[in-house]
C-alpha cells in the first residue's frame, strides 16, 4: 500500500529553478490526497538517504540531465525502488531528441527534416563547408537547438543564414550535439499522455500561442506571456490524429506513466513529432496540469494515481 | 478554461502597471537557481562573508537588546530611525570625513531601500537618471521600476571620466531630456572595482553642482579598503548638492537590513515622510542591537578583520587569474567585492554562461550591469564570499570555459563574423538577493 512518497526536485542541470517548482506542485498534490512526502534536492547523501528511509515510491520531478537522462532512474532500478515515469533505458532515448527522432519515425511518425551535429564534426570537417551544405540542403527558416536538454534552452530560431554560426555556438554552449531542424509552421500542440496503469490516454491537446511569437524560457514561466488553448483550437479529425501521433510516440519510445509529446500540426492538418518529454514541466504555467485540468482530473489525484501505478 | 478565448494563466496580466513591464522569468535568473548547490563555484554572488563575524559580537548586543530594551525594541519606531543609532552612524561616517547633523539622517531598510525611496522622489517616467558604465545591478532595476531613462556614463579605471559626464550632459540637454541624479558608487565600485580619486570627485561634485544636477553617492565598501583608505566622501565637501547613501550590511552583516540616507534638509523631510509610508519605522530590534554592537564592541577592529579576509581572497582571484587566464585584463580592486574583467571581442559572457554552470563555475554577465544591452564582454567576478582555494578552483574551471568558448568562436568566425547582438527586448534582469 502507498504511503509515502519521495519527491527530488532541482539538481544541478540548467533546469534546477523548473524542476524545483514542479516538485513543490507534485508534493502539493500528493500531500492533499493523504500521502507522507518529502521533497529532497538529489546529492551525494540521495542514495544512502533513501536505503535508509525506503520510500514507497520516487519521484523524480527532476528536469535536464540525470533527471531525464535515465541515470538516476538507473540507479534506482539497481537498488529496487519503484519511480514514477520512464524507466531508465526508455528516458535514455527519449531524452537525446535525434535518438527519439529516428525511432520515432521508425514507427510512421512524420518528424521535421533534420541534421545531427556533433561539434566534433566541425572540428573535422571545418565549419565553412558543413554550413554551407546545410544552407543548400534546407530551404525557409531552420530550429537550432541542443540536441539534449529541456526548456527551450540554447534554442534558436534561424530566419536570416547569416545568424546560422551564432545559432550553432548558442546550442554548443549547452551541449556538443546539435540538432538542426527544418522549422515546420503551423500550430503548435503539446499532447500529454497519462498512464495509472489501463494504458496510456491521451489528454486533450493544448495549443501554446507565445503572445511574442517563440515560446521561448521567457515565455514558458512567465504566466501571461502565453495564451494556452485547451483543448487546442484544430478541428476534431486533427486533434485525433495528433492524439494518435503522441501515443504512437509514447509507445516507440517505450514509455511509461506519463509524458509530453510536443507537435506541430501544418497547414494540411499533419501533425508533426518535435520532441518527447519524460518528465514534464508540471509548474503553474506548464502544460501538463492544463491538460488534466481540460479532461476533468484533478492533478493532485492524477499524481497519486501515477505513484500508485509505480508501485504496482 | 474558456475554450474560445484560451487562458494566458494570469487573469490580470492587462491590469499591471507600465512600470512593471518586463519584469518576467529570465534564463540567467533560473541559471543561478544552479550556482547555490555547494558543488558550484560561485564567483557571482555578492554576499558578504559574515561567518568573520564572531558570534559572541551579535550574542552580547542581542541579550542586552532583550534584557534593557525588550518592549522598546519590540515596539514600532521613529519613522526616521533610532536617535542613538543615528548619533552612532555620525562617528560611523567621520571615518570617511563626513561631518552632518544627526537631523539630517534617516535610518532605512537596508541602502537599497534608501535608493528606491530617493528614486521615488525624484523620477518621473521619462526622467534621465546618469550612472556609470557599468553600474550597480539593482540600482538598474529600481530606475527602471520607476521608468527612469538611465543613461551611462563612460568610466576609465580610474571612475566616471568628468569630460565624458561634461559631454553627456550637454548632449542629453539637448536633446531635452530632463536630468533628475547622476547615481555613482564612487569606492570600489560595483562592479568595476574601481575607485573615483579626490581629482576626479571634486570635478564630478563641480560640473554637477554648475549644471543644477544632484549627485546621489552609494557608499556600501569604502571602509572596506585594502592597501589604503578610499578618498574621503564625496559628501564630505559638498552637503547641498550630494545624498549619501551608507549602510551596515557590509561592515557588520546584511541580515539587520539596516543603512541610510544622509541628504539636504528638504530632502530629508520629504525622504522621512516617503520612508514612513512605505515601512512606517525601520526595524527597531535590528536598530537596537546595531546600537548595542557599536556601543561595546570594537566594531573598528572587526571591519579590519573583514579587510583581512577580503584582501586575501582578492589576492587569489588576482594571482588565478594571473597564472589561469594571462590573456585576459581585469581591474585590480582597492577594496570592495568585485574584479571586472574584459573578455576577448565576441565572447558573450551571456551566451557563455550556461556552459559555465555545466562547469560548476558561476558569474555575473555584464548585461546585467547596463541598462541598453552592453557589457557582453565583460563580467563579474566577485570575491567576497568563497574561500582563497575556491576561488583559485573557480577562475581554474572559467579558463576551461572561456578557452572551451574561444576555440569554438574560431570555428565558427572562418564563416563569417559572429556579430555579438543586442536583444532590446530582454526583461529587466532582476538578480536573485544573493546577487547584489
Known sequence: ?312 | MNETRGTNLDPWYDSYAARSAGLAASEVRALFAVASRPEVVSLAGGMPFVSALPKELVQGALDRVLNDYGPQAMQYGSGQGLPQLREQILEVMALEGIRASVDDLVVTTGSQHALELVTKLFIDAGDVVLAEAPTYVTALVVFRSFQADVQHVITDERGIVPEALRERIRSLRAEGKRIKFLYTVPSFGNPSGVTLPWDRRTEVLEICRSEGILVLEDNPYGLLWFDRPAPHAMRSVEEDGVIYLGTFSKTLAPGFRVGWALAPHAIREKLILANEAAILSPSSFSQYVISEYLSSADWQGQIDTFRGVYRERRDAMLGALDDYLPDLTWTHPDGGFYVWVTLPDHLDSKAMLPRAVKELVAYTPGTAFYSNGDGRSHMRLSFCYPTPEFIREGIRRLSVVVNGELDLLSEFSQTSPLPIVKDPSEPVFVPPTSLS
Open chain 1, 1 to 312: 500500500m502507498l504511503t509515502s512518497v519521495l519527491v527530488l526536485a532541482g539538481g544541478i542541470s540548467h533546469e534546477r529553478d523548473v524542476s524545483l517548482r514542479s516538485g513543490r506542485r507534485v508534493a502539493d498534490g500528493l500531500l492533499a490526497h493523504g500521502l507522507e512526502v518529502t521533497i529532497r534536492d538529489p546529492d551525494a547523501s540521495l542514495l544512502a538517504h533513501i536505503r535508509a528511509t525506503r520510500p514507497d515510491v520516487v519521484w523524480p520531478a527532476l528536469h535536464g540531465a540525470s533527471g531525464e537522462d535515465g541515470a538516476l532512474r538507473g540507479l534506482l532500478d539497481f537498488i529496487g525502488v519503484p519511480y514514477v515515469g520512464a524507466r531508465s533505458d526508455a528516458a535514455r532515448l527519449a531524452w537525446d531528441k535525434p535518438t527519439a527522432k529516428t525511432i520515432v519515425a521508425r514507427a510512421g511518425v512524420p518528424t521535421p527534416t533534420s541534421i545531427t551535429l556533433p561539434r566534433e564534426a566541425f572540428r573535422e570537417l571545418g565549419a565553412i563547408g558543413i554550413l554551407e551544405e546545410i544552407s543548400d540542403e534546407f530551404s525557409g527558416p531552420l530550429v537550432v537547438k541542443p540536441a539534449q536538454g529541456g526548456s527551450s534552452q540554447g534554442v534558436t530560431i534561424v530566419v536570416d543564414r547569416e545568424h546560422l554560426p551564432r545559432a550553432m555556438v548558442d546550442a554548443y554552449t549547452y551541449w556538443d550535439v546539435a540538432l538542426i531542424e527544418q522549422r515546420v509552421t503551423g500550430t503548435e500542440i503539446a499532447v500529454s499522455i497519462l498512464d495509472t496503469g489501463d494504458g496510456p490516454i491521451a489528454l486533450p491537446a493544448v495549443e501554446i500561442e507565445p503572445l511574442g511569437g517563440v515560446y521561448s524560457y521567457e515565455a514558458r514561466y512567465t504566466a501571461g506571456e502565453t495564451r494556452f488553448y485547451a483543448p487546442a483550437r484544430i478541428d476534431p479529425p486533427v486533434a485525433e490524429r495528433a492524439a494518435q501521433v503522441a501515443l504512437d510516440a509514447h509507445r516507440a519510445l517505450g514509455l511509461r506513466h506519463l509524458s509530453r509529446v510536443d507537435l506541430i500540426i501544418d497547414g494540411a492538418g499533419t501533425p508533426w513529432f518535435l520532441e518527447a518529454n519524460v518528465m514534464p514541466g508540471l509548474t503553474e504555467t506548464s502544460v501538463y496540469p492544463q491538460a488534466l485540468d481540460a479532461a476533468g482530473f484533478d492533478a493532485g489525484m492524477a499524481y497519486r494515481a501515477l505513484a500508485e501505478a509505480a508501485l504496482r
